[in-house]
């Protein structure tokens, strides 16, 4: 069966620190990839999503995710992180010609001064 | 400005008393989907649409209903509510012209309570 996995429930860093938040995927070919912030109370927001091509993607508010074709991973990181990127992220993967969104169970991220 | 609305926000409600979750957006986009997210779960598909008049089940579609008479429009009833719904249910859409890859768009959410 397809899924998600994203093994931290929660991760803590501190303000500055570099940030690491894992995902595998479990496809039988490669799917679309996304990752998605959830900030309290909002929506899920899109950080950056992978379909084809280089395999380390930008989003935006300074992340980047790398495709690991290898390892069935997609794995998000972030050089310096700010206190306003305590949230949920949630990774995710769709079908490539379908649209069946599978979402991880999510990684919340505490950040501390 | 490119959004998906949600209404209500929050909603306290009675065992057994039929409920509706409305969700609007104005991208014009095809396709539709609602979602419940649980602790530790994750967002788990209720329904989703691919066009007017056209609906599908999900994961977890049982006590749920939908409706896409516009398409604009994707509404999440609860005909007869219980207290293992009580949850966070999101409304999402996407374009389908632009593609697979196209990302999901989000509203903020709304929190059901039934006592």
């Known amino acids: 069966a397809q899924s998600v996995t994203q093994p931290d429930i929660h991760i803590t860093v501190s303000e500055g620190a570099s940030l690491e938040l894992r995902c595998n995927y479990s496809?039988?070919?490669?799917?679309?990839l996304f990752w998605y912030v959830q900030s309290p109370g909002q929506g899920l927001q899109l950080l950056l999503k992978y379909f084809s091509g280089d395999t380390l993607v930008q989003g935006i508010k300074g992340f980047e995710a790398e495709f690991k074709r290898s390892q069935s991973s997609f794995n998000l990181r972030k050089p310096s992180v700010h206190w306003s990127d305590a949230a949920e992220y949630f990774c995710a993967a769709r079908n490539t010609g379908g649209f069946k969104t599978i979402f991880g169970a999510g990684t919340r991220l505490f950040v501390k001064a | 400005e490119a959004q998906v609305t949600q209404n209500p926000r929050y909603l306290i409600t009675v065992t057994g008393k039929k409920l509706t979750v409305t969700c609007s957006q104005n991208m014009n986009h095809e396709y539709m989907s609602w979602y419940r997210q649980d602790p530790g779960l994750g967002l788990r598909q209720i329904y989703y649409?691919?066009?007017?008049?056209?609906?599908d089940k999900g994961d977890v579609p049982e006590g749920y209903k939908v409706s896409r008479k516009e398409k604009r429009n994707f509404p999440l009833i609860l005909e007869s509510p219980s207290p293992n719904q009580t949850s966070l249910y999101f409304c999402?859409?996407?374009?389908?012209?632009?593609?697979?890859?196209?990302?999901?768009?989000f509203g903020n959410g709304t929190r059901l309570t039934v006592t």
């Open positions: 999402a859409s996407s374009s389908l012209r632009q593609g697979s890859d196209s990302p999901l768009h």
């Open positions: 649409s691919m066009n007017v008049e056209v609906t």
């Open positions: 496809y039988g070919a490669t799917p679309y």
